[in-house]
């Protein structure tokens, strides 16, 4: 997936599109890479300066007189930059955008510390798609980038009713690009936020839908496993290693929804290619209060049964609005799930009934091994209530 930046203004001859990593330097000066000014004496004669890494552009003021602001705001050491942003440089207002190569930005979703999602179009068949932008810290190395990339194709390979759609990745600079299949619905987590804990049958519809993509997924035939010798060859099975009601999306009518689990084998992909500290995310990945305590002392080495518990952990979630421990503020996280006990549900809920509550807790067992190993297991326990 190619990326490419682009820089517009009602006032500039034609546009000025970046494919390549490049500097442009804006301002009045003949040296300038992008001349801008008509006599504007508020533009500098070096004004300010883009870092472009298609799909990443970052800018920062060169000491002009008068400033540069990016949609109204000052900029103020550097700031990077996201599609649809407008730069102002004197009287000139740049549009920044970027392009993906088969895709049209539509809008903007949401964003985060670690990103952005854009909705966008495919322009081979008109699908909306969701465009997942994610920053790290510092660029990437080739031998790294070009790992992630291998190691995603895993994901790509999945092809199942329950797994969100993977439609292609690319990388620049310090950002990668994730294109999925879109969900109108949003997510899990969306949904418990606007109406509070779930019904029973709903949360247990989806939850089966999960273990269903899980089931699949553990199974599937992948066509890249990295072996010691530092070759690789096709395997079978993917583990998720961060099921969360975040990654579970729904598509379809309110009363009958499909869940459509996300981002699998992300975590993974950026731990492969030596970049598990490349995001926020950290080495771990994934939010801790949906983590095993397995998965915790040994994540490099997470099995499926760490995605079984991760999927229970998320009913807990769906059913109470708590994960299946407490963590109290100012504690560290990581050894609370190392040294505190998983919750009863009934303790959170009394109303839960108690022969679910039952098979919920059997499947949070996870010292000093996890007890439900299989997704399969933890369906058909569902199955029988």
């Given at each position: 997936m190619r990326?490419?930046?682009?820089?517009?203004?009602?006032?500039?001859?034609?546009?000025?599109?970046?494919?390549?990593?490049?500097?442009?330097?804006?301002?009045?000066?003949?040296?300038?890479?992008?001349?801008?000014?008509?006599?504007?004496?508020r533009v500098s004669r070096r004004h300010c300066v883009l870092e472009i890494d298609p799909p990443e552009a970052r800018l920062r003021d060169l000491g002009s007189r008068n400033g540069t602001r990016v949609n109204g705001e000052p900029v103020t050491g550097e700031v990077r930059l996201l599609h649809g942003d407008e730069i102002s440089v004197g009287a000139t207002v740049l549009r920044f955008s970027v392009g993906l190569s088969g895709y049209e930005l539509v809008r903007k979703l949401g964003q985060g510390s670690q990103g952005v999602v854009h909705l966008a179009r495919d322009l081979a068949d008109g699908d909306l798609v969701a465009?997942?932008?994610?920053?790290?810290?510092?660029?990437?190395?080739?031998?790294?980038?070009?790992?992630?990339?291998?190691?995603?194709?895993?994901?790509?390979?999945?092809d199942h009713p329950n797994v969100l759609e993977f439609r292609g990745a690319g990388a620049g600079g310090s950002a990668f690009v994730l294109a999925t299949g879109y969900c109108?619905?949003?997510?899990?987590?969306?949904?418990?936020?606007?109406?509070?804990?779930?019904p029973v049958a709903e949360a247990v519809s989806i939850t089966?839908?999960?273990?269903?993509?899980?089931?699949?997924?553990?199974?599937?035939?992948?066509?890249?496993?990295?072996?010691?010798?530092?070759?690789?060859?096709?395997?079978?099975?993917?583990?998720?290693?961060?099921?969360?009601?975040?990654n579970i999306f729904l598509t379809g009518p309110d009363d009958d929804p499909i869940a459509k689990l996300?981002?699998?084998?992300l975590a993974k992909a950026f731990d492969r290619?030596?970049?598990?500290?490349?995001?926020?995310?950290?080495?771990?990945?994934?939010?801790?209060?949906?983590?095993?305590?397995?998965?915790?002392?040994?994540?490099?080495?997470?099995?499926p049964e760490v995605d079984v518990w991760a999927a229970a952990a998320s009913l807990y979630w769906m059913l109470t609005g708590a994960s299946p421990r407490t963590f109290p503020p100012g504690e560290d996280p990581?050894?609370?799930?190392?040294?505190?006990?998983?919750?009863?549900?009934?303790?959170?809920?009394?109303?839960?009934?108690a022969a679910l509550a039952a098979?919920?807790?059997?499947?949070?067992?996870?010292?000093?091994?996890?007890?439900?190993?299989?997704?399969?297991?933890?369906?058909a326990a569902l199955w029988a209530l």
């Open positions: 990326s490419t930046v682009t820089l517009s203004a009602d006032d500039l001859v034609r546009d000025k599109v970046f494919r390549e990593p490049a500097s442009c330097v804006i301002g009045r000066s003949l040296d300038c890479d992008l001349r801008l000014g008509n006599g504007d004496k465009i997942k932008t994610l920053w790290g810290e510092d660029a990437v190395d080739p031998k790294a980038r070009n790992a992630f990339l291998r190691e995603i194709e895993n994901t790509r390979a999945l109108a619905g949003g997510s899990v987590a969306d949904l418990v936020a606007r109406r509070g804990p779930l089966l839908q999960v273990l269903e993509a899980l089931t699949y997924a553990h199974q599937a035939p992948i066509p890249w496993v990295g072996l010691a010798d530092g070759g690789s060859a096709p395997g079978v099975g993917l583990v998720h290693r961060d099921v969360k009601p975040h996300a981002d699998f084998g290619a030596g970049l598990s500290g490349h995001t926020r995310t950290g080495a771990l990945g994934g939010s801790v209060a949906f983590l095993p305590r397995p998965q915790i002392v040994d994540y490099k080495y997470a099995k990581v050894l609370v799930v190392l040294t505190d006990p998983v919750v009863p549900i009934r303790e959170r809920d009394a109303t839960i009934p098979v919920i807790d059997a499947a949070l067992v996870d010292t000093p091994r996890i007890a439900v190993t299989r997704a399969e297991d933890l369906a």
